[in-house]
């Protein structure tokens, strides 16, 4: 220990003189989630939301298949856990460099020796063979923490694509809940279409009655067909748009087409809408699979730079080898050719040109160019989170207030109705009264929708559950 000392002590006295990494560093410093302003956009802070299977919440059985062979099953799965095997791999090979290397090593070659060199006089001027077998040995003593730091960065990259790749199974999860919201609602404007039918070929019938009672002309039965008919191309519309959503689903899962055939109306539990919390904590963010990889190719690039600086300060090797060496081959196998050494290498820069600053320069350029790119990813989270949290507020608003309104309009279409079968009023006075309704009714399964994804669109944003986060940014 303190020969090591004196060795550490008389190294550090010649780093005056060479080439040093004063006067760098980064500029920037990672924006901590708790410190940005949301009090009031997200409400004070209480139970960490939401679960990491967030989309079993809408208590859909089909829904939670679906998502399962997503995530088993969808190829671009494996797009992110090739990148993981490359980043464990590119680890690997820099925690193998910093051990120790043995090598075996054999060579012979045929030349003329030199008559005024080292050899005797018997083998000065001729041609004869010189030979080597050893195994050689090297140790690099990592007194200034390069190789660690460089296998850190390593390490955190790697951690960076698992970060990545639990951001791609939370992206696929997303897009298979936010097209199975969709299909859901396709499926309730379906059924408005599917009752307006039904409503008009009723009305159809009593005009006809009516018609032959010399009630109505011509004009009402002509009217009545031609609204059944409209109604009719806006259910081929919606039929076409479900197969659209089947298909979409289908290739989510990884299946072709047809998968999508065998799926049923969903069955989203009613109150599914209405499941958020009340408030959420801005610290949530600090989870989400993107934020949680930008952080750690942050504490990568931080790690890059500490690797870059020891670079700036003397590296030294321990080398040894043992072996057979000759001069003629036929000497090679004999006691006498043995050799066996060690001893120390030292590499120490005094001048470069300025090569180090300007790589030192360029790792403190990547470690904010990263900050950055952190800080970006986490104001983008935190809209994400507050236009998703706004967006469900707005609809649930407008959903109350809307349930109003329908209830008016279908309590004047039915008293429009009654006065038509009474024969006070003429059909026009009934299709201007459902014109309205049928609009309150799409209306609410729209806002219905709304309010799903968007609670689907804040699970996401706040990363869907949790993951292990990287030690504090510094």
């Known amino acids: 220990m303190r020969h090591r000392s004196a060795v550490l002590i008389a190294l550090s006295a010649l780093l005056g003189a060479c080439a040093n990494p004063a006067g760098l560093a980064s500029r920037l410093q990672a924006t901590q989630p708790a410190s940005l302003a949301a009090a009031r956009s997200l409400g004070t802070p209480g139970a960490d939301w939401p679960v990491a299977n967030w989309w079993t919440a809408y208590g859909d059985p089909q829904l939670n298949r679906l998502v399962d062979r997503a995530l088993r099953d969808n190829p671009g799965l ?42 005797p006089p018997s083998l000065a001027g001729g041609y004869t063979s010189i030979n080597r077998a050893a195994l050689d040995l090297s140790l690099e003593l990592d007194l200034w923490g390069r190789n660690r730091a460089a296998l850190d960065a390593a390490l955190g990259r790697g951690r960076a694509a698992e970060a990545e790749a639990a951001g791609t199974r939370l992206a696929l999860a997303g897009a298979v809940t936010q097209a199975y919201l969709q299909f859901d609602r396709l499926h309730h404007l379906r059924d408005v279409a599917e009752a307006t039918v039904r409503q008009r070929e009723k009305l159809q019938d009593l005009v006809r009655l009516r ?13 009545a067909a031609g609204s059944i008919a409209a109604a009719q191309a806006e259910r081929r519309a919606l039929d076409t748009q479900l197969d659209a959503v089947r298909h979409q689903l289908a290739a989510l899962v990884g299946q072709g087409p047809d998968a999508g055939l065998d799926l049923t109306p969903p069955a989203i539990a009613a109150a599914a809408a209405a499941r958020l919390p009340d408030s959420l904590p801005a610290d949530l963010l600090g989870r989400r699979p993107d934020v949680v990889a930008q952080r750690w190719r942050v504490e990568a690039s931080q790690r890059d730079s500490d690797a870059a600086r020891a670079e700036f300060y003397p590296n030294i090797n321990l080398n040894a080898f043992i ?13 006498g050719s043995r050799i066996i050494g060690a001893g120390p290498a030292l590499h120490l820069p005094v001048f470069d040109s300025g090569r180090l600053r300007a790589g030192l320069a360029s790792r403190h350029a990547d470690q904010d160019a990263a900050i950055a790119q952190y800080n970006s990813t986490l104001l983008g989270a935190l809209q994400e989170v507050a236009d998703a949290l706004s967006d469900w507020r707005g609809a649930a608003a407008e959903a109350r207030e809307q349930q109003v309104a329908l209830s008016r309009y279908e309590e004047a279409w039915r008293l429009t109705e009654t006065r038509y079968r009474a024969g006070l009023t003429p059909y026009t006075a009934v299709l201007a ?30 990363g869907g559950g949790t993951l292990p986060a990287p030690s504090a940014l510094h």
Do not use: W
Request: charged share 20%.
């Open 433 to 462: 009264a459902e014109t309205p309704l049928l609009a309150q009714r799409r209306l609410s399964a729209d806002l219905r929708s709304r309010q799903l994804e968007a609670s689907a669109s804040l699970a996401r944003a706040l």
């Open 78 to 119: 494996a797009l992110a856990q090739a990148r993981i095997d490359k980043a464990r791999a590119q680890a690997g090979a820099v925690a193998a460099s910093d051990g120790p290397q043995v090598s075996a090593n054999a060579e012979s070659s045929r030349q003329r020796l030199s008559g005024n060199y080292i050899y």
């Open 211 to 223: 018609h032959k009672a010399g009630l109505d002309n011509n004009a009402e039965t002509l009217q």
């Open 323 to 335: 072996g057979l060496q000759s001069l003629g081959l036929s000497n090679l196998a004999e006691g």
